[in-house]
């Protein structure tokens, strides 16, 4: 990847924003979709205390494309799955639109995510015995008003790939499988828990390029996970995690397009 980018004029830096939750909104904020205040989340192993999260305050904005930024072991995964449902705070409230997540029971949540929420993981967590096209289908079929599996391949430029198995697939066009399985059942939110991390740099930009896309073209808000801060520069806001704490949040004046990416 050595020169690609060169020929494009390079983004101005972030302007870096206050980390008070509300100081932070984007300039044109429009609808909140995430409320969170609060949130403490403590894993407890035998005699052994480990506090993921201590005391984050967010909010996450209709259509907005965000990326959770920080090392290993800042809490970024354990927030992505508090917001999505699969896991619970130990204090603090969370409040997806109108649905309070932190008072919600197991079938509830399951509703939730079902109804609200695409999932892309670093592995791809496809049925190797399905093709592409049925391995979205298994998604489609429980949805209620999904797309065709045809479309969510095409949005993420896999329509000619339709019939072929995953061992058939390289590892960026199995992620967009996971990305149009995700999508296909037309979720408000795509959590993204560090998407591009087993892929290399060419093959990671494709990925990135698919989720920016759905973002784009349906309006999705999306949130991705990453230690990789080349990343940030094609979100529209810029959240970083330190210690199980939000050490601070930027919005990029100009996003870059992810084929403009260097690392």
């Not at 904020?29 to 967010?58: I, W």
Request: with cysteine; charged share 25%; aromatic share 4%.
């Amino acid at each position: 990847m050595g020169d690609q980018g060169s020929g494009h004029e390079q983004a101005p830096a972030a302007r870096r924003e206050p980390t008070d939750a509300f100081a932070a909104e984007p300039a044109d904020a429009g609808e909140s979709v995430f409320h969170a205040r609060g949130l403490t989340k403590v894993y407890r192993m035998g005699e052994v205390r480990v506090q993921a999260l201590r005391g984050v305050d967010l909010d996450l904005y209709r259509g907005e494309f965000v990326v959770l930024l920080g090392p290993s072991g800042s809490g970024k995964s354990t927030l992505l799955n508090i917001l999505g449902g699969l896991d619970v705070p130990t204090e603090g409230t969370v409040r997806y639109e109108d649905h309070d997540l932190t008072v919600l029971d197991d079938a509830a949540l399951t509703r939730y995510r079902r109804e609200h929420v695409g999932f892309v993981f670093q592995f791809y967590n496809l049925i190797p015995s399905l093709t592409a096209r049925e391995n979205v289908a298994l998604v489609t079929e429980i949805a209620e008003h999904p797309l065709a599996p045809e479309e969510a391949l095409r949005l993420v430029g896999l329509g000619e790939r339709l019939d072929h198995f995953p061992a058939q697939l390289s590892g960026g066009e199995q992620q967009r499988v996971a990305i149009a399985r995700a999508i296909a059942k037309r979720p408000d939110v795509l959590l993204c828990d560090e998407p591009t991390g087993a892929l290399d740099v060419k093959t990671g930009i494709v990925v990135l390029e698919a989720i920016a896309d759905v973002n784009r073209e349906l309006g999705t808000t999306a949130v991705v996970i990453t230690h990789n801060a080349d990343i940030a520069q094609i979100a529209d806001r810029v959240i970083r995690l330190m210690d199980g704490r939000i050490a601070g949040i930027e919005r990029n004046a100009v996003k870059k397009a992810p084929r403009d990416l260097v690392w």
